[in-house]
T-cell receptor, first 115, second 114 residues
């Protein structure tokens, strides 16, 4: 069974631009979560989607948004990019809406550099 | 609020030795899950092992075992017979009953020396 895939793997943007990242979960997984990883802040939860609905959202500004499609694929969008948005963005999928016993499986991540 | 503390920023271990990575957690939820992930330099987070708060026995997965001490709120990862390929960042994470996503520690950079 294929793992979580993320595209693109690397991205360079300039301040003020917007960017869309894509995530395809493991086949059969219905929940997709997004995380941001930076050297300063570590790994931080962005949001979780299940059945095309956002279930939870982390403490990030409204410039960060996402959506999930009927096939469970998810996209996240960052508008008006800032230098501080440079990070590794990780997508994770799990079978069901996250409960304490659900394991999240991560993709390889998208490395975003904002210049 | 939930919190994960990993007190070892980095560790050097000789190949074939066992290694223990420390993790303490803080939560007021009676139901929670604890996870360990490995992150090589490539960036992908690889799931290693899971322990539920109500599990009576310590979790094991091959060379990985989790030393779960609930009263001390401790969930240390033990890697037996370390290999060069074990060199990576290791993250302890948890999720509680009403949590917004996994809460991660700051990680431990493990380097296995030949």
């Amino acid at each position: 069974k294929a793992g979580v895939t993320q595209t693109p793997r690397y991205l360079i943007k300039t301040r003020g631009q917007q960017v869309t990242l894509s995530c395809s979960p493991i086949s059969g997984h219905r929940s997709v979560s997004w995380y941001q990883q930076t050297p300063g802040q570590g790994l931080q939860f962005l949001f979780e989607y299940f059945s095309e609905t956002q279930r939870n959202k982390g403490n990030f500004p409204g410039r960060f948004s996402g959506r999930q499609f009927s096939n469970s694929r998810s996209e996240m969008n960052v508008s008006t990019l800032e230098l501080g948005d440079s990070a590794l963005y990780l997508c994770a999928s799990s079978l069901e809406a996250r409960q304490t016993q659900e394991t999240q499986y991560f993709g390889p991540g998208t490395r975003l550099l904002v210049l | 609020a939930q919190k994960i503390t990993q007190t070892q920023p980095g560790m050097f271990v000789q190949e074939k030795e066992a290694v223990t990575l420390d993790c303490t957690y803080d939560t007021s939820d009676p139901s929670y899950g604890l996870f360990w992930y490995k992150q090589p330099s490539s960036g992908e987070m690889i799931f290693l092992i899971y322990q539920g708060s109500y599990d009576q026995q310590n979790a094991t997965e091959g060379r990985y075992s989790l030393n779960f001490q609930k009263a001390r709120k401790s969930a240390n990862l033990v890697i037996s017979a370390s290999q060069l390929g074990d060199s990576a960042m290791y993250f302890c994470a948890m999720v509680g009953g009403g949590a917004d996503g996994l809460t991660f520690g700051k990680g431990t950079h493990l380097i296995i020396q030949p």
